[in-house]
């Protein structure tokens, strides 16, 4: 079930880059528990040292503090390693419209340096985040992959070109690069007190605390909320794909689309709250509707996902009862 039947020789050696924020430390947690080497690499920038700090005694688990955007730091985090699991990245949409050159500098920059030091290092392949923003205005549903509009935001566009690097690395270099392209995922460990929190933590800590939320436009715009169970089985499962995965771009989801207000009224019901939420004016950048077709993610990396909306609310509402 999931990514608990995927094995790797004893030995295995992962780097897992942006190790300390929300996905990276979820995979840091699944690949130690498969007994798997893991070396992290983060920066700190928006990555948590408490995400990180129970694998701290784990002698399977080993810590480079270093920027993504300085190519020595790159080559040296992956010498010796045999994938590369690529998650650092600045995130947020509405960041990305105000501060356009950081997202290019570390989302492009960054990649495409980690790109090129695992080339140089010998690394398996290549596994990398990008992410359902890349489909941009397009207003097919469900999401395509070779179906794409135009980028709506900067963070789309940096999206895009580490899809184009993946391809050229892999046909040009045969570097094997998979990429997966996430579609709002939420879970343990993702940071509810960020100014650019997703929608799931930031409105479960206000719900909590008995505040009013605020919500983007009228909330009928609908996401395909992927938990982080999910995309964990995804990136461990594109490690052991066939050879002719690579060069390839594959929706990440679970393949169901709910409403802002359908997912807010599901919290109310969740942490027995009763409040009506703020509606704001829509945010620049945000594409109306995204659901995502995974038949080719089944199909070629045999993807299974089996964390629906609810299921994932109500681990990761406990998750948050604990820490938050």
């Given at each position: 079930?999931?990514?608990?039947e995927v094995r790797f020789p004893k030995g295995t050696r992962f780097l897992v880059t942006?190790?300390?924020?929300?996905?990276?430390?979820?995979?840091?947690?699944?690949?130690?528990?498969?007994?798997?080497?893991?070396?992290?690499?983060?920066?700190?920038?928006?990555?948590?040292?408490?995400?990180?700090?129970?694998?701290?005694?784990?002698?399977?688990?080993?810590?480079?503090?270093?920027?993504?955007?300085?190519?020595?730091?790159?080559?040296?985090?992956?010498?010796?390693?045999?994938?590369?699991?690529?998650?650092?990245?600045?995130?947020?949409?509405?960041?990305?419209?105000?501060?356009?050159?950081?997202?290019?500098?570390?989302?492009?920059?960054?990649?495409?340096?980690?790109?090129?030091?695992?080339?140089?290092?010998?690394?398996?392949?290549?596994?990398?985040?990008?992410?359902?923003?890349?489909?941009?205005?397009?207003?097919?549903?469900?999401?395509?992959?070779?179906?794409?509009?135009?980028?709506?935001?900067?963070?789309?566009?940096?999206?895009?070109?580490?899809?184009?690097?993946?391809?050229?690395?892999?046909?040009?270099?045969?570097?094997?690069?998979?990429?997966?392209?996430?579609?709002?995922?939420?879970?343990?460990?993702?940071?509810?007190?960020?100014?650019?929190?997703?929608?799931?933590?930031?409105?479960?800590?206000?719900?909590?605390?008995?505040?009013?939320?605020?919500?983007?436009?009228?909330?009928?715009?609908?996401?395909?909320?992927?938990?982080?169970?999910?995309?964990?089985?995804?990136?461990?499962?594109?490690?052991?794909?066939?050879?002719?995965?690579?060069?390839?771009?594959?929706?990440?989801?679970?393949?169901?689309?709910?409403?802002?207000?359908?997912?807010?009224?599901?919290?109310?019901?969740?942490?027995?709250?009763?409040?009506?939420?703020?509606?704001?004016?829509?945010?620049?950048?945000?594409v109306r509707h995204s659901q995502a077709d995974i038949s080719r993610a089944k199909k070629?990396?045999?993807?299974?996902?089996?964390?629906?909306?609810?299921?994932?609310?109500?681990?990761?509402?406990?998750?948050?009862?604990?820490?938050?």
């Amino acid at each position: 079930m999931g990514y608990q039947e995927v094995r790797f020789p004893k030995g295995t050696r992962f780097l897992v880059t942006g190790a300390a924020g929300f996905i990276g430390s979820n995979l840091v947690e699944a690949l130690l528990r498969l007994g798997c080497e893991v070396r992290g690499l983060d920066n700190f920038s928006t990555g948590r040292r408490e995400n990180i700090k129970e694998f701290e005694d784990n002698d399977r688990f080993e810590l480079i503090e270093g920027d993504i955007r300085d190519f020595e730091t790159c080559l040296a985090a992956c010498e010796d390693v045999d994938y590369v699991l690529h998650q650092a990245a600045l995130g947020s949409v509405p960041r990305s419209v105000e501060e356009p050159l950081i997202y290019e500098d570390n989302n492009i920059k960054g990649t495409s340096n980690m790109m090129e030091a695992a080339r140089q290092r010998g690394v398996r392949r290549f596994v990398y985040a990008s992410s359902s923003s890349v489909y941009g205005d397009s207003t097919e549903l469900p999401k395509v992959e070779g179906r794409e509009g135009r980028a709506c935001a900067p963070y789309a566009l940096t999206k895009k070109v580490n899809e184009l690097y993946g391809e050229l690395y892999t046909r040009l270099y045969g570097l094997e690069c998979i990429g997966l392209r996430y579609f709002n995922v939420f879970g343990p460990k993702q940071n509810p007190e960020s100014e650019y929190a997703a929608v799931i933590p930031k409105f479960i800590r206000a719900l909590k605390a008995g505040s009013q939320v605020e919500i983007y436009g009228d909330g009928e715009q609908s996401r395909d909320f992927t938990y982080v169970e999910n995309v964990v089985e995804a990136n461990l499962k594109a490690c052991i794909a066939p050879k002719e995965a690579s060069g390839e771009v594959y929706n990440i989801a679970f393949g169901q689309r709910f409403t802002i207000n359908q997912l807010y009224d599901l919290l109310c019901k969740f942490l027995e709250v009763d409040l009506e939420p703020r509606y704001l004016p829509t945010r620049t950048g945000d594409v109306r509707h995204s659901q995502a077709d995974i038949s080719r993610a089944k199909k070629i990396l045999g993807y299974d996902p089996e964390w629906n909306l609810v299921r994932g609310l109500s681990e990761a509402i406990e998750w948050y009862g604990r820490h938050v």
